[in-house]
């Protein structure tokens, strides 16, 4: 029994940061019909900021002569904020200049601009930082001791932590939708943009924005687990798959579902690997896939898809 | 069924096409087509004879993926979906036609075979849940498929791979001697994969292929027509996977090892660049796209510079999406469709010709008059 509660916990931290990553596709798709297959690699580039701000004089990497500039190294809190502001940036920068042109094209430019991004992002990296692994830390305390015990099981501050902060964006996120003119807007551009033009809504600017606040999200995500993993080129590689499997399960587009679909899969891969024998972490991955395209068989929309997601075929 | 029964006729006395509508091929007479061939075929042959065995070698594998990309030439040029994950397929066929050859005893001369109906079964069971979805998810479990394959292959065979314990010796006939294993290889791979681009150039051109583009661009219509839409779709997915699938068979020709690293994800996503970027539209893009996604890397690294493929590929698809809105190179030289329309009709009717002044609005809103420029944005 412990030791399955201790699986669980195990699972949170994992699930939560499937989840705003999920939550980040999610958005996106919803407000734009574009899957971002680049939103891993996006989060990869802010968890370098993050990395960059903590040790801006690390010799190691490149231009670290006018890095120097930012002066100390950042508290890590601050580090991750940093990295959710670049994510702001670099969210609206996509939208603008790579997505937006390509509006009215069909389905390939798209998805062709989105994994350009993510050759493009992935390429730099490597060449810019090398593949070897940066440190980040946790924002939470994450020493061996920090932890509360809960029938037998361990349950890690940091965890905590990682759950709390999601939950904390979560609510901030639903109150920008729900209680904001912004958010009006938005809702108003996801579920009919010519109308939402005709009352004079700008649609472009606010689709930019929703790409901001998903890129932010998704550098949470790679912030909260930069203190788990390193920051390096392939960190999101494993997670982006967890993350697509998470919206599709979800049903794409539905946000309540990229939550809980990214704490679902985050289960599954601890309870295969931590009960079935000849399941590695690698191979995790494989079944992830298989139960993927099963559920996507039985229930194409999704648990949650609405006739919504299966009418978008372009 | 009775539209598609014919082939499409130009009438008589239809006027002369531009000349970017005509095929390159057109003003050809069957003697410059014959010689032309020969002059390939000897050039082929030169090769293998003087060529050391890696040239040979990487020969072989452009000739496969040709193969192979012409898959991706039919399912996103005709059927009008996206696969990131066509590099995949190939290991799949290779993995398959390796365990078919040594499990099921099946003759290694039927390697392409083998592997295509291995990657065609595969394709279908990702096709399925494409059938009822929007195009993207295609493109999603494609690249998830892309992304697990090296973890896949690595579990199945262990990390140094699967070697196939067949030999491929060429025939007494032949006349080689026994070092000269790779020209029986090469030779094997081109006659092979000439055969399976023949078939592939015919069925373009049939019915079943117009079946394939009526279902991308009208699938109401082409069911209201009695094509069985689903039907048509699943086998479009399941030839371009058994296209890759036989390439990773004709690979299995020369290199008779299958390893997760040779089928990476930068593979499939090279795949899928190059075909962006030459375009899916036309078949013959199939030749310099395997071309590149053979020789570029083998450059970069001799060049000691293999940390830009990622790059190249990521600018080349970032600028290639934007200037040619995703129907890639070649059509950058074909008419823009309105074009044409525009030539003979004169300047589209909402716009006023030069030097007309502007209408003014009399203020009367009974009169039927422009209306004056909206003050909205």
């Known amino acids: 029994m412990s030791l399955f509660l201790q699986r669980i916990f195990d699972a949170l931290s994992n699930g939560a940061v499937y989840a705003s990553l999920a939550l980040a596709l999610t958005m996106v798709f919803r407000a734009t019909g574009v899957l971002n297959l680049a939103q891993g690699e996006m989060a990869m580039l802010t968890s370098y900021v993050a990395a960059l701000l903590r040790s801006p004089a690390d010799p190691r990497f490149a231009a670290s002569s006018w890095l120097a500039a930012l002066g100390t190294p950042w508290p890590v809190w601050a580090a991750v904020l940093g990295a959710m502001v670049a994510g702001l940036v670099l969210g609206a920068a996509v939208q603008r200049f790579v997505m937006q042109p390509l509006a009215?094209?069909?389905?390939?430019?798209?998805?062709?601009?989105?994994?350009?991004?993510?050759?493009?992002?992935?390429?730099?990296?490597?060449?810019?930082?090398?593949?070897?692994?940066?440190?980040?830390?946790?924002?939470?305390?994450?020493?061996?001791?920090?932890?509360?015990?809960?029938?037998?099981?361990?349950?890690?501050?940091?965890?905590?932590?990682?759950?709390?902060?999601?939950?904390?964006?979560?609510?901030?996120?639903?109150?920008?939708?729900?209680?904001?003119?912004?958010?009006?807007?938005?809702?108003?551009?996801?579920?009919?943009?010519?109308?939402?033009?005709?009352?004079?809504?700008?649609?472009?600017?606010?689709?930019?924005?929703?790409?901001?606040?998903?890129?932010?999200?998704?550098?949470?995500?790679?912030?909260?687990?930069?203190?788990?993993?390193?920051?390096?080129?392939?960190?999101?590689?494993?997670?982006?798959?967890?993350a697509l499997a998470a919206a599709t399960l979800g049903g794409l587009g539905n946000p309540k579902g990229a939550i809980i679909g990214g704490f679902v899969f985050a289960l599954m891969e601890t309870m295969l690997v931590g009960y079935v024998p000849f399941i590695s972490a690698d191979v995790a991955l494989i079944y992830t896939l298989g139960v993927l395209i099963v559920m996507l068989v039985i229930r194409p929309g999704g648990i949650f898809g609405t006739q919504l997601t299966i009418q978008t075929r372009s | 069924m009775t539209d598609l029964e014919r082939p499409p006729v130009r009438p008589v006395d239809a006027e002369p096409m531009p000349p970017a509508l005509r095929r390159p091929t057109e003003g050809l007479t069957t003697r410059d087509r014959l010689l032309s061939a020969v002059a390939v075929v000897l050039a082929l042959i030169a090769l293998a004879i003087s060529g050391s065995p890696l040239i040979i070698l990487r020969a072989t594998e452009v000739a496969a993926f040709i193969v192979a990309f012409s898959g991706l030439h039919i399912l996103s040029g005709r059927l009008g979906l996206i696969s990131v994950g066509h590099g995949a397929f190939i290991g799949i066929g290779a993995v398959a036609a390796a365990h078919a050859i040594d499990d099921l005893s099946v003759p290694y001369l039927l390697a392409p075979l083998a592997g295509a109906a291995g990657a065609a079964l595969f394709g279908v069971v990702i096709g399925v849940p494409s059938l009822r979805l929007p195009g993207s998810y295609l493109a999603l479990l494609t690249l998830a498929v892309a992304m697990v394959l090296p973890i896949g292959l690595r579990q199945l065979d262990g990390p140094l791979g699967y070697r196939v314990e067949g030999d491929l010796i060429p025939p007494a006939w032949t006349g080689l001697a026994p070092g000269d294993d790779e020209i029986w290889q090469f030779a094997l791979v081109l006659v092979v994969g000439a055969f399976i681009m023949a078939v592939v150039h015919g069925t373009v051109r049939g019915r079943f292929t117009r079946a394939l583009v009526a279902v991308r661009d009208e699938p109401t219509a082409a069911a209201a027509f009695g094509l069985n839409v689903a039907r048509i779709h699943l086998t479009g997915v399941a030839i371009s996977a058994g296209l890759a699938g036989a390439a990773g068979g004709l690979i299995l020709y020369a290199s008779p090892l299958v390893a997760g690293e040779q089928y990476p994800f930068s593979l499939s996503v090279a795949m899928f660049a190059l075909m962006v970027a030459l375009g899916a539209s036309k078949l013959w893009t199939s030749v310099p796209a395997a071309l590149t996604v053979v020789l570029l890397p083998e450059l970069l690294v001799r060049a000691g510079q293999a940390v830009w493929e990622p790059i190249v590929y990521g600018m080349v698809l970032l600028i290639m999406t934007r200037l040619s809105r995703g129907r890639g190179l070649v059509s950058l030289w074909e008419p823009k469709p309105n074009a044409i329309v525009s030539d003979r009709a004169g300047p589209p009717a909402n716009k006023r010709p030069p030097g007309q002044p502007r209408p003014q609005h009399s203020g009367n809103p009974w009169l039927l008059t422009p209306e004056p420029p909206s003050t909205q944005s």
């Not at chain 1, 904390?168 to 003119?181: I, W």
């Not at chain 1, 943009?193 to 995500?221: D, K, N, P, Q, T």
């Open chain 1, 104 to 242: 009215d094209d069909g389905p390939l430019p798209p998805v062709g601009a989105a994994l350009g991004l993510f050759l493009l992002i992935h390429g730099l990296a490597v060449l810019w930082w090398g593949s070897r692994l940066r440190p980040v830390g946790s924002p939470f305390p994450d020493g061996i001791d920090d932890r509360l015990n809960l029938l037998g099981a361990r349950l890690r501050f940091q965890t905590i932590g990682i759950v709390a902060t999601l939950a904390v964006a979560l609510v901030l996120l639903s109150l920008l939708q729900n209680r904001t003119k912004l958010g009006l807007a938005f809702r108003a551009v996801v579920s009919n943009r010519e109308g939402a033009r005709m009352v004079g809504i700008r649609v472009g600017s606010v689709l930019m924005i929703g790409w901001a606040v998903a890129a932010a999200l998704g550098a949470l995500g790679g912030g909260l687990i930069a203190g788990q993993l390193f920051v390096g080129p392939a960190m999101m590689s494993r997670l982006i798959v967890f």
